[in-house]
């Protein structure tokens, strides 16, 4: 053998012994997490990170700055998709992360033309990474982020206090700490907490007995607009919070830039450390969180559509306003400002036909579906 093959030879064995290494201090520091406490974790957190190593760093300094005081009840992981060597860099020089990286022996091919390969790789990514957190290390819950994202003070303690929830309320699909119409002229409560048919994504904690449910269909593609529909959502809801408590600031990325400038960009990230810990969530239970709910839009003042905007200008009081159709509910959006979208025929935030956002300070705005009466919602 010669000495330069002897050289390769050697420079392959140690990246060999280094990458053991590195995996069996991870699995020992995951030990010692995990006998921490006899539950274990509350939840592994994953940054799903590709080829932005700059976007990846300003996210990990936002989770860093306050995982420290949690970290044995949040494991903290990079997962990678492919082999760029700045994301894996930045990843490996925090030292509190837990590195994965995801390398497609078979890449994903589009299915019709034109379409971007990147939504079937991230689907791809997604589905290794749960099955690695949730199959070969055994959460039994994982809060997913992008790496694009920061998150706020009390983000941690949201989806603490929230777990329980979704652990025991079967009617819940996850736990989300989005508001698509979480702009700041839309938004006023940090501690306001509500249901929603629709399924937002953007920093979300998924149980292993759901993942279990999901992973055997999972999408080549349009993985989170695969959750939204009926057929897989099943009935359930998202917990989703007023406030953000998490911020998106990918301008560009696979999705190039849609909705960013219009929406994205005047997302409000939540500033005050709420202490969720101290709050009794039980409201949020579907039996309990009907009545609740409807007695709140009942009590508004129904206002035509024609003189809605300026109802919610120079009146008093939250309003309703009911829509006839998915055409007139986007009118009405797009008058007052928020998501036109929908998905399956559900509007971004809706619950039962209702969405629901601050105008001017504290005042609601309920904008209803008049064929989803208030007195016909289930109250399990």
Known sequence: MS??????????????????????????????????????????????????????????????????DVAEKFPLFVSQDGSNQDVMDTARSFSSVNFLQHLDENPPKTRNPGEIIAYYKIASHYKWALTQLFNKRDFRRVVILEDDMEISPDFFSYFEATAPLLDTDKTLLAISSWNDNGQEKFVSDPEQLYRSDFFPGLGWMLTKSTWEELAPKWPNAYWDDWLRLKENRKGRQVIRPEVCRTYNFGEQGSSLGQFYEQYLKSIKLNNVNVDWRSKDLNYLKKGQFNPIFNSLVSKAAIIPASQALTEANYGEGDIRVQYYSLVEFKYLAHEFGIFEDTKDGIPRTAYNGVIVFRWKGQKRVFLTNFFQQLDTIETL
Do not use: W
């Not at 991870?26 to 939840?43: D, F, H, M, T, Y």
């Open 3 to 68: 000495g330069v093959d002897e050289k390769a030879r050697l420079e392959e064995d140690n990246r060999v012994l280094g990458t053991e290494l590195e995996d069996f201090q991870n699995k020992e520091q995951l030990a010692k997490i995990s006998g921490s406490s006899k539950l274990g974790p509350v939840a592994a957190v994953v940054i799903m990170a590709c080829n932005r190593p700059d976007y990846l760093e300003r996210t990990l300094k936002s989770v860093t700055k306050y995982h420290k």
